[in-house]
């Protein structure tokens, strides 16, 4: 076949000898961009399926329906699948709040030994827990319902909630802004402590949404050192790279300019030679969609903005962030 004219190399197999590539995925995007999930990659994380308040929306009253897809779809193609996530603040029903300690410590029982317990042996790895850590100011934790309602100690529970629901799976605190150095001194300590605790916490994941021009590469090295020191795993759970800097408005281009793409690029590279440096603690990439037609920072954090972050473009066809990505490996042959 004509070199030109090749299907590029799987994404995944070119990266086997490095970590797993995931991407997430939606209800929707499972069927409408399945070629490119089986191509390209060997991890799938559901996009708000497995939230709290999808897979959970009414006290005991589960809907397993669309996760059992994710699962069969991935498990038919030896794809591995990510659970997130059992215990955060967000896309969870006022519910599960109301009432004492005792109470929301059963509700976290209920929920994590039929979710966790459902999908065992199957998902290889949970976000148990979600955006605890505070941004700012002094306070080591967000000021969460979870927090008010059980006390710092909701994190260590979830976690020991989680391992005995599937003893085999590797378990994640996963954060944003993990790479501000305030924060990630605070996610360092968090865990540290949870570990000295005996808590199974094996993992932090780095939510990775990243911009073209921010975290430096300073700031991911040192984080991803500071994270390793632990003796923990790490995965880079919901990346994707905006090609805005901030909160302007939409500029209403209908397609990105050339340029902006060669830098994403550019950042794409820079990005995951740095990951592949530290292919010996980290186990995952996950991309947080596949292709620009469908990504949550179309809303995100301006309503109505067109963002293009992901590897491939709004028809599917890989984009120079691609090209860069893929070609710091060789294909597997
Ligand atoms: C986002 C989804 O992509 C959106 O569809 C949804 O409306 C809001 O949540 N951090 C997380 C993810 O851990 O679960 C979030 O996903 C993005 C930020």
Known sequence: MDEAHAAPAGLWKRYAGHFRIGAAVNR???????????????????????????????????????????AAFATARGIGIRGHTLVWHNQTPAWVFSG????LAERMRRHIQAVVGRYRGRIYCWDVVNEAVADAGGDRLRASPWLEGMGEDYIAHAFQLAHGADPDATLFYNDYNETDPGKRAKIHG??????????????????????????????????????????????????????????EPAAGAA??????????????????????????????????????????????PVRGRKDWPLLFDTHHRPKPAFAAV???VEPAR
């Open 255 to 300: 397609e990105p300019a050339p340029e902006l793409l060669e830098r994403q690029a550019e950042r794409y590279a820079e990005i995951f030679a740095i990951f592949r440096e530290y292919r010996a603690v980290i186990d995952a990439v996950t991309l947080w969609g596949i292709a620009d037609d469908a990504t949550w920072l179309d809303n995100f």
């Open 28 to 70: 929707r995007t499972l069927d409408s961009h399945a070629r490119l999930l089986a191509e390209h990659f060997n991890s799938i994380t559901a996009e708000n399926e497995m939230k709290w308040g999808s897979i959970e929306p009414n006290p005991d009253d589960f809907r397993f329906e669309v996760p059992d897809r994710m």
């Open 100 to 103: 004492g300690r005792m109470e």
């Open 190 to 247: 968090l865990v540290g402590d949870l570990r000295r605790e005996g808590v199974p916490v094996h993992g932090i994941g780095l939510q990775g949404h990243w911009r073209l021009d921010a975290p430096s590469a300073r700031d991911i090295r040192a984080s991803l050192d500071l994270y390793a020191s632990l003796g923990v795993r790490l995965q880079v759970t919901e990346l994707d790279v905006s090609v805005h800097a901030g909160r």
């Open 326 to 328: 893929a070609r710091g």
